[in-house]
T-cell receptor, first 109, second 110 residues
Framework: GQNIDQPTEMTATEGAIVQINCTYQ??????LFWYQQHAGEAPTFLSY????GLEEKGRFSSFLSRSKGYSYLLLKELQMKDSASYLC??????????FGPGTRLSVLP | DVKVTQSSRYLVKRTGEKVFLECVQD?????MFWYRQDPGLGLRLIYF???????EKGDIPEGYSVSREKKERFSLILESASTNQTSMYLC?????????FGPGTRLTVL
């Protein structure tokens, strides 16, 4: 099975850096994905990791350690518009993705 | 940009009604998915499809069925809607190792 855990809620200040963790137990997957979802909207893709290590994409970075069953999403220079839920998912191309429960991030002025 | 559309943003139905949720993608992608999303439970996969007339059960298929008669259209069917099927329903297709989501249908069953 694939059990994915994320913190339920986080709060951070505008301009700060926040790290959202994701731990998983799975028998194998191709990629670890991060999605952003604003309230009432569909999830949108942020990043994915196939290999261990850090993937950087502007203000967002994602890290994966397969041996530790661990990933994180790093958001830098937080903006108010970053207030959203962040979903971690493990997936195999051509098969289903399994999503974590999501972390609701609130960015305060 | 490839788009995926869902037939309704908001839908209200009564217990026992048959409900059809339609999802259409405007490209030739093979893999399509139906999820429901509930507070505290995240996204849960109901069914997915690899190609026309092909379907696979996801994690919570009970109470649902699907139809894929054309590659661009993947329909979710609630044969007899129940109140515990009140939820946000999200359709997605897969391309380039990513899943792209439609806008979602918020279904309320009274």
């Amino acid at each position: 099975g694939q059990n994915i855990d994320q913190p339920t809620e986080m709060t951070a200040t505008e301009g700060a850096i926040v790290q959202i963790n994701c731990t998983y137990q799975t028998s194998g997957f191709n990629g670890l994905f991060w999605y952003q979802q604003h309230a009432g909207e569909a999830p949108t893709f942020l990043s994915y990791n196939v290999l261990d290590g850090l993937e950087e994409k502007g203000r967002f970075s994602s890290f994966l350690s397969r041996s530790k069953g661990y990933s994180y999403l790093l958001l830098k220079e937080l903006q108010m518009k970053d207030s959203a839920s962040y979903l971690c998912a493990v997936g195999n191309y051509g098969q289903n993705f399994v999503f974590g429960p999501g972390t609701r991030l609130s960015v305060l002025p | 940009d490839v788009k995926v559309t869902q037939s309704s943003r908001y839908l209200v139905k009564r217990t026992g009604e048959k409900v059809f949720l339609e999802c259409v993608q405007d490209m030739d992608h093979e893999n399509m998915f139906w999820y429901r999303q509930d507070p505290g439970l995240g996204l849960r996969l109901i069914y997915f499809s690899y190609d026309v007339k092909m379907k696979e059960k996801g994690d919570i298929p009970e109470g649902y069925s699907v139809s894929r008669e054309k590659k661009e259209r993947f329909s979710l069917i609630l044969e007899s809607a129940s109140t515990n099927q009140t939820s946000m329903y999200l359709c997605a297709y897969e391309a380039y190792n990513e899943q792209f989501f439609g806008p979602g249908t918020r279904l309320t069953v009274l």
